[in-house]
């Protein structure tokens, strides 16, 4: 996956320097502390010293959907569903995603231990994506277990305030709307720390300002904040 940098400002030139990584659907990856562990091993692709599968985990928000879509677009791996037979799943598919592997788990267990055998046998690589760590899930399968227990697993952690505020810039910048500073603060201080809160408030507050005809002060923020709460 290649690097990129920019920097990222409002109207009110907030400089917030972060390595990006851009995806189809039109917005950034934004590279910190949190996800820089996961960025990694994703950069390490397609060597991930043989194993065949490579998990990122972690809480709703924290951008483990959003890493995934630019791996694939990156990588042109396919987007992937469980099914009984391992050479239907993947297809003609050398890379693979599979996310939401936690929530598939209890009824897929059979087909996940056989499309492991599969890309190891075969040389191909899958991202898997979780709430949670593989040791965490309820696999009964022993062979399963096993398996899991030995593939590359990172956590992504929640967005830090860093991160959050480069997020509400970008989001901001992209919507050609003029933020001050003491606005964006101000949210940082009463939002959910997660990537889907800040484009809801992102998209409620741009709404209200156009069809109230108001700028975009802290007073509107408030009011969204307490409408979205």
Not at 58 to 72: D, I, N, S, W, Y
Not at 73 to 81: H, N, P
Not at 93 to 104: K, M, P, Q, T, W
Not at 108 to 124: P, R, S, T
Request: proline residues 5%; negative net charge.
């Amino acid at each position: 996956m290649n690097k990129e940098t920019e920097t990222v400002t409002t109207h009110s030139q907030l400089p917030l320097d972060f390595d990006y990584r851009p995806s189809m659907r039109g917005d950034d990856f934004l590279v910190c502390s949190s996800n820089a562990e996961a960025v990694a091993w994703l950069d390490k692709w397609p060597d991930w010293s043989g194993a065949p599968f490579v998990v990122i985990y972690g809480q709703p928000g924290c951008g483990k959907t959003h890493l995934a879509e630019v791996f694939r677009q990156a990588t042109g791996a396919q987007a992937l569903k469980l099914c009984q037979d391992p050479y239907e799943t993947m297809g003609e598919a050398s890379v693979g995603v599979l996310e939401d592997v936690d929530r598939l788990i209890a009824d897929h267990q059979k087909d996940l231990f056989h499309l492991y055998n599969h890309a190891k046998e075969k040389g191909l690589t899958l991202l898997l994506s979780a709430r949670t760590a593989p040791a965490q899930w309820q696999i009964t399968l022993p062979d399963l277990k096993t398996r899991m227990g030995a593939v590359p697993v990172v956590e992504i952690g929640q967005p830090d305030d860093m991160l959050m505020e480069a997020v509400l810039v970008k989001l901001f910048s992209d919507r050609q709307l003029k933020v001050e500073r003491d606005v964006i603060a101000f949210m940082l201080l009463r939002m959910e720390r997660s990537f889907e809160q800040a484009i809801r408030l992102v998209q409620e507050i741009d709404r209200r300002a156009l069809s109230e005809k108001r700028k975009i002060t802290v007073p509107l923020a408030r009011s969204v904040l307490q409408n979205l709460s």
